[in-house]
């Protein structure tokens, strides 16, 4: 079983829509996460992260954290053309810099 | 500031071959990860440098990978003899000082490694 789980899409929603993108995790140890944003042919840039439990919102994103269902999401408001991109979620548990990545959601906004 | 690069772009060689490639990172970040992607599955880390020391190799696949920092600047991750499931992405990262595991890592756009 894979320690991060998460809906490959592709998701393709028209320009406006509100995104919801959603990852599951089983090791209980982890306490930061993280949402990184891959644009073809470039690395993961980091977007968004959180510590515990809890909710965070920057601009048009917004993330929570449910540590007690092992769940996390990442919310785009009014999603633009530009947001088309793969969406990681990562995370990591205090004593190491190794993160552990789901395998990325594929998200198209057309106009 | 010039960001995480990474050489080759693209490299496309024959089983039982040799590759190396090599990670710049940021300057001043003492931090350097290599990380892999293989086709279809995620991410997956590889290894931790703080400065020319190994502080986390527990990724690494197997002893034909061989990662350096001479100096504590560049790296280089040797394939060696390369097999077709080493074919993938391979990301560099760097990070300066890090006081929480959130400070971020600059991922370097990725060197695509393709085993015939």
């Known amino acids: 079983q894979k320690e991060v789980e998460q809906d490959p899409g592709p998701l393709s929603v028209p320009e406006g829509a509100i995104v919801s993108l959603n990852c599951t995790y089983s090791?209980?140890?982890?306490?930061?996460f993280m949402w990184y944003r891959q644009y073809s042919r470039k690395g993961p840039e980091l977007l968004m992260y959180?510590?515990?439990?809890g909710n965070k919102e920057d601009g048009r994103f917004t993330a929570q954290v449910d540590k007690s269902s092992k769940y996390i999401s990442l919310f785009i408001r009014d999603s633009q053309p530009s947001d088309s991109a793969t969406y990681l979620c990562?995370?990591?548990?205090?004593?190491?810099?190794?993160?552990?990545f789901g395998t990325g959601t594929r998200l198209q906004v057309f106009p | 500031e010039a960001g995480v690069t990474q050489f080759p772009s693209h490299s496309v060689i024959e089983k039982g071959q040799t590759v190396t490639l090599r990670c710049d990172p940021i300057?001043?970040?003492?931090?350097l990860y290599w990380y892999r992607r293989v086709m279809g599955k995620e991410i997956k880390f590889l290894l931790h440098?703080?400065?020319?020391?190994?502080?986390?190799e527990s990724g690494m696949p197997n002893n034909r990978f061989l990662a350096e920092r001479t100096g504590g600047t560049y790296s280089t991750l040797k394939v060696q003899p390369a097999e077709l499931e080493d074919s993938g992405v391979y990301f560099c990262?760097?990070?300066?000082?890090?006081?929480?595991?959130?400070?971020?890592?600059?991922f370097g756009p990725g060197t695509r490694l393709t085993v015939l």
């Open positions: 990262a760097s990070s300066p000082d890090r006081v929480l595991p959130t400070d971020t890592q600059y």
């Open positions: 090791n209980s140890a982890f306490q930061y």
């Open positions: 959180t510590y515990s439990s």
């Open positions: 990562a995370m990591t548990s205090y004593n190491t810099d190794k993160l552990i």
């Open positions: 300057s001043g970040h003492d931090n």
């Open positions: 440098f703080v400065k020319e020391s190994k502080q986390d």
